[in-house]
């Protein structure tokens, strides 16, 4: 889970179609992520609640963990300009409908709806070593709900343990594959979120960092980050 101001975009050339390969579709999402590297984290961005109008933010001066992800999709899926808003709606409601309860709060969100263009590949990474935990999604463990307005949902959640992850483990992610930060707190899928960039030998993540005296779009190498976290859910473009 982790103003209404649209800015010029600029996309990426040569813009890959839902039938290129995935690799073509990771090395897009990679190119236009790197557009917002050093954009100011803010949280709290989006505007609606159980009690607010819903509305369609479209800002992309400031982002968090999860918005950043989704203006990236959104981008990815547009080959103009004229298109984002409608592929952003598609990206963070379910079925396009622009209303709190249909928003994508949760990073599972994106596999558990077939819409998103977006599978779990937390098992094929893993190479047997992942981890399956049972949440009751938006559920505090004091029985309050995380997001008021917002039902609860038992899901499954795949996760690779910190502790696996080796060599092994990081030839399988590709360039552009979504990571969440496994969360072990109740009620939650993800602390965190970000996009995998492999270059020139080294694996990073680019997010959009929280972090006092950060508070930007950055990169940091994978596993130093990864430091002390429960483990990682990967998931990629179909």
Same mark, same amino acid.
């Given at each position: 889970?982790?103003?209404?101001?649209?800015?010029?975009?600029?996309?990426?050339?040569?813009?890959?179609?839902?039938?290129?390969?995935?690799?073509?579709?990771?090395?897009?999402?990679?190119?236009?992520?790197?557009?917002?590297?050093?954009?100011?984290?803010?949280?709290?961005?989006?505007?609606?609640?159980?009690?607010?109008?819903?509305?369609?933010?479209?800002?992309?001066?400031?982002?968090?963990?999860?918005?950043?992800?989704?203006?990236?999709?959104?981008?990815?899926?547009?080959?103009?300009?004229?298109?984002?808003?409608?592929?952003?709606?598609?990206?963070?409601?379910?079925?396009?409908?622009?209303?709190?309860?249909?928003?994508?709060?949760?990073?599972?969100?994106?596999?558990?709806?077939?819409?998103?263009?977006?599978? $779990?590949?937390?098992? =094929?990474?893993?190479? /047997?070593?992942? #981890?399956?935990?049972?949440?009751?999604?938006? @559920? &505090?463990?004091?029985?309050?709900?995380?997001?008021?307005?917002?039902?609860?949902?038992?899901?499954?959640?795949?996760?690779?343990?910190?502790?696996?992850?080796?060599?092994?483990?990081?030839?399988?992610?590709?360039?552009?594959?979504?990571?969440?930060?496994?969360?072990?707190? $109740?009620?939650?899928? =993800?602390?965190?979120? /970000?996009?995998? #960039?492999?270059?020139?030998?080294?694996?990073? @993540? &680019?997010?959009?960092?929280?972090?006092?005296?950060?508070?930007?779009?950055?990169?940091?190498?994978?596993?130093?980050?990864?430091?002390?976290?429960?483990?990682?859910?990967?998931?990629?473009?179909?």
């Amino acid at each position: 889970m982790c103003l209404c101001c649209v800015t010029t975009l600029h996309l990426a050339t040569a813009p890959v179609s839902a039938a290129g390969s995935q690799q073509e579709a990771g090395a897009r999402v990679v190119a236009l992520a790197e557009a917002f590297l050093g954009t100011p984290y803010a949280e709290n961005t989006l505007i609606g609640g159980p009690t607010q109008p819903e509305q369609l933010v479209t800002d992309l001066s400031r982002l968090d963990c999860f918005t950043f992800l989704d203006v990236i999709e959104a981008q990815r899926r547009s080959t103009q300009d004229a298109e984002f808003a409608t592929r952003l709606r598609q990206v963070r409601y379910r079925n396009g409908l622009v209303d709190y309860a249909h928003r994508r709060h949760f990073f599972s969100d994106w596999v558990a709806d077939r819409d998103t263009m977006i599978v $779990d590949v937390s098992r =094929v990474i893993g190479q /047997g070593r992942t #981890v399956q935990s049972i949440k009751q999604l938006n @559920l &505090r463990k004091d029985g309050s709900l995380w997001l008021p307005g917002i039902a609860t949902v038992e899901r499954a959640i795949d996760y690779i343990p910190t502790g696996q992850i080796d060599e092994q483990v990081l030839a399988a992610l590709q360039t552009g594959d979504y990571l969440g930060v496994y969360s072990h707190a $109740d009620g939650l899928d =993800v602390s965190h979120t /970000g996009i995998v #960039v492999k270059e020139s030998g080294r694996i990073f @993540l &680019r997010h959009a960092s929280s972090r006092v005296g950060v508070r930007r779009v950055v990169d940091e190498e994978l596993r130093p980050y990864l430091a002390g976290k429960p483990g990682i859910v990967v998931y990629r473009i179909r």
